[in-house]
């Protein structure tokens, strides 16, 4: 019996998931969104990948939402509307889909989508951060290196940074040196003490 080729199986899995949306599966609906998005074992589709993330966001999925958003946001497969796009990622974020909160981040420190407030920015990307983000812990050290919305901190940017190196960030090593050839000897022992762990972060007690 000949084996199946990666993309044979690819394929099937798209008309099994195909199937399973049809009977009303929202994850398999945002599985097929997917796969339709990128072209992988059906032909690329636009239009149908938003319309099986909007079966995925109907059932409340919170990647579904955040799929859909993106396709507002950008454009793809129908009209761009960034403010659809905030509304459908502020839902997404109800269910602490990361991308979501730093997607929301970004627009809330940009104003893209609605009004600009550096607060809630901060307050998305701290989310995302507890939730082991690691683009949200970077983000929060460069809002704080940077002093966006708040006066800039270098020793709690540190600890963002520090963070986001803990949890896998590429860029995050390079902030963390950088940030250490302008620091004072006391800030940099202050920041280092203040370097935040994900456990710590998570564990309330911590």
């Known amino acids: 019996m000949r084996k199946s080729s990666g993309g044979e199986n690819i394929a099937e899995a798209a008309e099994l998931m195909g199937r399973a949306a049809k009977d009303g599966h929202p994850a398999a609906a945002n599985n097929l969104g997917a796969m339709l998005q990128h072209g ?3 032909p690329l589709d636009l239009v149908a990948a938003r319309e099986n993330y909007g079966l995925a966001a109907d059932a409340g999925l919170p990647q579904g939402l955040f799929n859909l958003g993106f396709m507002w946001l950008n454009g793809l497969g129908g009209e761009k ?3 659809k796009a905030r509304r459908l990622f502020e839902k997404a974020a109800n269910g602490n889909d990361t991308d979501a909160l730093s997607h929301l981040g970004q627009m809330a420190m940009t104003g893209l989508g609605g009004v600009q407030d550096f607060g809630a920015a901060r307050a ?7 939730l082991g983000d690691d683009r949200c812990a970077f983000n929060l050290g460069v809002a704080n290196a ?3 919305g708040a006066p800039p901190d270098f020793i709690e940017a540190y600890a963002f940074f520090a963070l ?5 960030n590429a860029g995050a090593k390079g902030e963390l040196n950088k940030l250490a050839s302008v620091m004072t000897d006391e800030e940099l022992s202050a920041a280092r003490s203040r370097s935040l762990t ?3 972060i998570v564990d ?3």
């Open 81 to 83: 509307d960034a403010t």
């Open 198 to 200: 994900f456990d710590s």
């Open 164 to 168: 986001a190196d803990q949890l896998g």
């Open 124 to 130: 998305y990307w701290r989310r995302g951060a507890d």
């Open 40 to 42: 992988l074992g059906v």
């Open 146 to 148: 940077g002093g966006h």
């Open 204 to 206: 309330p007690t911590g």
